[in-house]
């Protein structure tokens, strides 16, 4: 069965620390990416990679950073984590060429980040 | 700017009844639209697609409509089931591209 893991389903963190969230998926894909979901906000895109050592800015990615050195592997960085950075993190992949079987992203199961 | 729109934050619908979850859009540029389906404390899943050439797709007790002209979609559970109870995401994609939009969700309770 094909999956996107996150390694922690839940994480509390003490303001100012510096937090990592990781992510691998066994699947192949080019592209992985890192969304936080919060209520009324729906899901928003963080930081995205289309390649090993590739990455880009999402729509929120101010207080994050990200690392792919290996192309099953993507990292958020929390470089200073901050009270509205509690959120639930998700990770998801996919291929990176068109495809008409469109299935969209593989997401992770998520992480619930408290920061107090 | 939201790009994708889902005006109804919540649904409840009775069992085996109907449900019609919405979402509006403003960019011609998708060429496709999915659905999906989060449950708390998991990520979502994939429900449901239909490509911008079609106006209907349907999958057992699922049936997603797009209408082009006014930039809106629907998708309909019949019958609802308990089951169901769940937050949809309509999530359109950028013509040719991997890059997908999120909708902010409709959190729908199925009612025994």
């Known amino acids: 069965d094909v999956k996107v893991t996150q390694s922690s389903r839940y994480l509390v963190k003490r303001t100012g620390e510096k937090v990592f969230l990781e992510c691998v998926q066994d699947?192949?894909?080019?592209?992985m990416f890192w969304y936080r979901q919060d209520p009324g906000l729906g899901l928003r895109l963080i930081y995205f990679?289309?390649?090993?050592?590739?990455?880009e800015k999402g729509d929120i990615p101010e207080g994050y950073s990200v690392s792919r050195e290996k192309k099953e592997r993507f990292s958020l960085i929390l470089e200073s984590a901050s009270t509205n950075q509690t959120s639930m993190y998700l990770c998801?992949?996919?291929?990176?060429?068109?495809?008409?079987?469109?299935?969209?992203?593989?997401f992770g199961s998520g992480t619930r980040l408290t920061v107090v | 700017d939201q790009q994708v729109k889902q005006n109804s934050p919540s649904l409840s619908v009775q069992e085996g009844r109907i449900s019609i979850l919405n979402c509006d859009y403003t960019?011609?540029?998708?060429?496709?639209f999915l659905w999906y389906k989060k449950y708390p404390a998991e990520g979502p899943t994939f429900l449901i697609s239909?490509?911008?050439?079609?106006d209907k797709n349907e999958d057992g007790r699922f049936t997603v409509f797009l209408n082009k002209s006014a930039k809106h979609l629907s998708l309909h559970i019949v019958p609802s089931q308990p089951g169901d109870s769940a937050v949809y995401f309509c999530?359109?994609?950028?013509?040719?591209?991997?890059?997908?939009?999120f909708g902010t969700g409709t959190r729908l309770k199925v009612l025994a």
């Open positions: 998801a992949s996919s291929f990176a060429t068109f495809r008409t079987d469109n299935y969209g992203y593989t």
């Open positions: 699947m192949d894909h080019e592209n």
């Open positions: 990679s289309y390649d090993v050592k590739m990455k």
């Open positions: 960019n011609s540029m998708f060429d496709y």
């Open positions: 239909i490509s911008s050439i079609k």
């Open positions: 999530a359109p994609r950028y013509s040719g591209t991997y890059k997908y939009i």
